[in-house]
Each structure stands twice: as structure tokens, then as C-alpha cells.
């Protein structure tokens, strides 16, 4: 054992260069363990321990904050006593069902291949009666690599020139939500799209300078919000009823509908989706199988004919999809 070593605080701050060190961000869970070693300093005066009483007392559910927020700081501090006990510490880890809530409370809106079609229909006429002149150019490409790609917004925006080759049809992803890089396959409608953009943009103040491949007119990367007010203007002029807010059709949604779109392919073409799903996984940016085989859920309810096919070769990943 290793408890007189060190502080509380330090195999904290071990831990979070761990997880850096890995590939993590982990901005959030840095200021969540900042909470933690204040409550365990009061609990535990800074030994390097964690407690069961500092875990019960970390667990409970205050009157102000959502269920999310709740299981995210339980997650946080399950992480770290798991940590702590490899590490040969005396540390209790939170029992999972702790933080057991109904996964994916919000159900995504998967957008049909007509709804898609009217989406950017709709955005290409938007942006044609003058946005501005750079998001103009911008945004039909925008929303074609999101609709094309499954990609985040955030990542979206902050494409960079050096990492988007139209030769091999491939866009390298550095900024994204984990924090890990990954190349994905742009199709071929979208590859001569982005063709189409780079050279009506050529002589654009600002766009030959940036580095970035989507630029405003600062040469930066435009702001999530004005995709998403964007997208609702279009679901509008498109006749596309939104349900209000935390209904949808959301932005995110359309990372959804590519997701959704790709099992049912891979299931009418008869693949293997034991081994699929990671690649999927992988593609999407998750950081394991739980998201997708969400989606495949998401698959099963959108297209009934394929009930069958999926729940006789993978019910054993998602039996909850077929109760009553």
C-alpha cells in the first residue's frame, strides 16, 4: 500500500495527467475532481484514500441538478477509485447501478432520404438570397459534410485546409469531442462539392490566409449557433415541423440519421455486425460500443422490416429492443 506517499491531491493530480497523457481532454473531469478533493478534504483530511463514507456522501443527488449531471459526477468518481485501487491505494469504486438512469432519454429524429433532400435544398437556397458572401460558400458544404459524413458540428467548423485531400477523397479530423484524431471517407458528391467551393472561394479576402478550411470572415471557424439557427430556418422553408425545444429535429440529429442510415445498409447487405459495429464506433469518434449500438436500437424502431434479421443474429446486443 501507498498511503503515506502521497496526498489525496497528488494521486488526483496523477491520475488527471494519466488520463491527458492517453489522449483525454478531460477538461470537465478535471473541475469535478477538484470538487471531490474539497469534500474529501473536509471527509478525509487529504489522506490518499477514498473512503465509502466519501462516496456516499459524493453520490447523493442534490435538489438542483439533473440526472446527467448527477451520473457524470458519479462517473468521475468511479473513474478515479478505479484508478486508485490499481495503483495499490485504499479506495472504494461506486457501484455502477448508482448512476443507473434510462440511457438516451431524448430520442433523436432520423430525418428521411426525402427530409434530407429538402434540408439541403432548402439551406442552398437560403444561403443563395446573401447570408454574406463567405457563408454563402460555406454552408451548403457545411451541411453536406454533416448530412455526407456523420461528423460533429463543432468538428466540422474547424476543418483544417491541410487536412482535407480531395484526392483520396479523405478528411483528417483533429479537433474533436475525445480529443483523438481520426480520418474519415468523404463521398464522392461531397468531394467534388468541396471542389466546387475551393475555387469559387480563390481571391475571398481572408480565405486564401486561414488555415482553416471553413473560415468567417475574421478567418476563424464559425460558431456552432449559427449552423443550428441556420438549420432551423431551413427546416421551416423546408415544411419540416420542429417539436420545440429538447424535441428536434435537432443539428445533432443529422449525425443521428447518418448513423441510423449506415446499419440499415450494413443489414440489408447481409454484414456482420459483430464485427461492424466497432468500425463503426470508430468512424463516429465514440469511445466505445455503447453509441452505436444505440443506433442500432434506433435501426430496429425506423425500419420494422429488419426486426427480424437484427434480433435473430445480434439480440444479444440489444434484447431490450424487442420486450413486449
Not at 473541475?31 to 474529501?40: A, F, H, K, P
Not at 456522501?57 to 468518481?77: A, C, G, Y
Not at 428521411?112 to 451548403?140: A, N, W
Request: aromatic share 10%; hydrophobic share 35%; with cysteine.
Amino acid at each position: 500500500m501507498r498511503q503515506n506517499e502521497r496526498t489525496f491531491a497528488s494521486v488526483v493530480d496523477h491520475y488527471i495527467e494519466e488520463k491527458r497523457a492517453i489522449g483525454y481532454g478531460f477538461g470537465k473531469g478535471a473541475q469535478v475532481l477538484q470538487r471531490i478533493i474539497r469534500v474529501q478534504n473536509e471527509v478525509d483530511h487529504n489522506l490518499p484514500i477514498l473512503s465509502t463514507e466519501l462516496a456516499n456522501h459524493w453520490v447523493e443527488k442534490t435538489p438542483w441538478e439533473t440526472d446527467t449531471n448527477r451520473n457524470h459526477r458519479i462517473s468521475v468518481l468511479r473513474g478515479l477509485g478505479e484508478y486508485m485501487v490499481r495503483m495499490g491505494y485504499d479506495a472504494y469504486v461506486a457501484p455502477k447501478y448508482l448512476a443507473s438512469t434510462k440511457d438516451y432519454a431524448y430520442r433523436p429524429c432520423i430525418l428521411s432520404e426525402q427530409e434530407l433532400g429538402l434540408v439541403l435544398g432548402s439551406i442552398d437556397r437560403l444561403c443563395k438570397l446573401g447570408i454574406s458572401t463567405r457563408s454563402d460558400l460555406v454552408f451548403p458544404v457545411v451541411f453536406r459534410i454533416l448530412i455526407g459524413c456523420g461528423t460533429r458540428i463543432t468538428e466540422t467548423l474547424r476543418i483544417e485546409k491541410r487536412d482535407v485531400d480531395l484526392e483520396n477523397g479523405t478528411i483528417l479530423l483533429r479537433h474533436t469531442k475525445n480529443v483523438k484524431e481520426r480520418i474519415i471517407p468523404v463521398a464522392r458528391s461531397v468531394v467534388e462539392k468541396c471542389r466546387l467551393y475551393l475555387k469559387k472561394s480563390e481571391g475571398v479576402q481572408r480565405f486564401d490566409s486561414s488555415p482553416w478550411f471553413l473560415p468567417n470572415k475574421q478567418g476563424a471557424p464559425y460558431e456552432s449557433g449559427t449552423a443550428y439557427q441556420l438549420f432551423r430556418s431551413a427546416l421551416r422553408n423546408a415544411g419540416i415541423s420542429h417539436g420545440g425545444r429538447g424535441k428536434g429535429p435537432r443539428l445533432h440529429d443529422l449525425r443521428h440519421t447518418y448513423a441510423v442510415r449506415v446499419l440499415n445498409k450494413w443489414v440489408l447487405e447481409g454484414k456482420n455486425l459483430t464485427t461492424a459495429l466497432p468500425y463503426l464506433a470508430a468512424y463516429m469518434g465514440h469511445e466505445g460500443l455503447k453509441a452505436s449500438q444505440h443506433y442500432l436500437r434506433l435501426t430496429a424502431t425506423m425500419f420494422p422490416e429488419l426486426i427480424r434479421t437484427v434480433e435473430r443474429q445480434y439480440g444479444w446486443v440489444i434484447p431490450e429492443a424487442y420486450r413486449g
